[in-house]
């Protein structure tokens, strides 16, 4: 039970705007336990996709209060705003991706992307990033 408790923990935190790391927590769980693949990588991935919820309501509906996060972190946040002004909805399907898919979707948020367009490309974006790591992890065995 601990073992699925840090792994949806650090799936969550991993996307959120905290810099957290989530599929090495992953790769060991599956190390750990190898038949037990599936529902590791569900839990993980309902961490992530929670995770990437909490960005989408923090944009939606707290970025007149974030402007300090804007000026703090204005690398990653502005290379998300520009990808999304630029790709629209097509750049949630990045959300997966480390250091850009968390401000994306935030920016998702911040630019009032319907939330079940959101929900449905960022659990597939997910979803098969970590169903892909855990199929590499488990042929590797």
């Keep these: 039970m601990e073992i699925y408790l840090s792994l949806f923990s650090s799936s969550f935190l991993a996307a959120t705007l905290i810099p957290a790391q989530s ?3 992953l790769i060991g769980s599956i ?3 190898p038949d037990a693949v599936f529902r ?3 839990v993980a991935s309902v961490g992530n996709i929670l995770g990437a919820l909490v960005n989408w309501v923090m944009g939606r509906f707290f970025s007149d209060r974030c402007q300090r996060f804007f000026d ?3 690398g990653s946040v502005q290379r998300a705003v520009r990808c999304y002004q630029r790709w629209g909805w ?3 399907f990045a959300s997966w991706v480390p250091i850009i898919g968390d401000p994306i979707t935030f920016i998702a948020g911040v630019m009032k992307e319907p ?3 959101f929900v449905l490309i960022v659990t ?3 979803v098969m990033r970590y169903l892909i790591l855990g199929f590499l992890t488990v042929s590797s065995l």
Aim: charged fraction near 20%.
């Design 72 to 74: 703090s972190e204005s």
């Design 23 to 25: 599929e090495a927590v």
């Design 31 to 33: 190390l750990l336990i």
């Design 40 to 42: 590791l990588v569900a």
């Design 115 to 117: 939330l079940w367009r």
């Design 124 to 126: 597939f974006a997910k």
């Design 90 to 92: 097509v750049s949630l």
